[in-house]
Nanobody
Framework: QVQLVESGGGLVQPGGSLRLSCAAS????????IAWFRQAPGKEREFVIA???????TYADSVQGRFTISRDNAKNTVYLQMNSLKPEDTAVYYC?????????WGQGTQVTVSS
């Protein structure tokens, strides 16, 4: 059974950092391309960042230079490091696989950027 579990969300001040985790089970993460998406209140879900099985990263323009994605195959976990956070980054963040057409989604973790 494929399962994705996100964690690490919370409240952070503008300019701060957070690291989200996505723990995968039921499949081997390094065989797939995996992505993070986010959904802000009243908005559609949008792509944030992805990493393919070779380690190549793809970024949304809005997070280029601030966010990065990494994977720890030994832990079957993907991380989203978010720096220089802005209020407009406030959203529920989801990991999903396989990218670019996900079949499986996690439950999401809330990130709120506010002073």
């Amino acid at each position: 059974q494929v399962q994705l579990v996100e964690s690490g969300g919370g409240l952070v001040q503008p300019g701060g950092s957070l690291r989200l985790s996505c723990a995968a089970s039921g499949f081997t993460l390094d065989d797939y391309d995996i992505a993070w998406f986010r959904q802000a209140p009243g908005k559609e879900r949008e792509f944030v960042i992805a990493i393919n099985w070779k380690g190549r990263r793809t970024y949304a323009d809005s997070v280029q230079g601030r966010f990065t994605i990494s994977r720890d195959n030994a832990k079957n976990t993907v991380y989203l490091q978010m720096n220089s956070l802005k209020p407009e980054d406030t959203a529920v963040y989801y990991c999903a696989v396989p990218w670019p057409s996900p079949d499986y989604w996690g439950q999401g973790t809330q990130v709120t950027v506010s002073s």
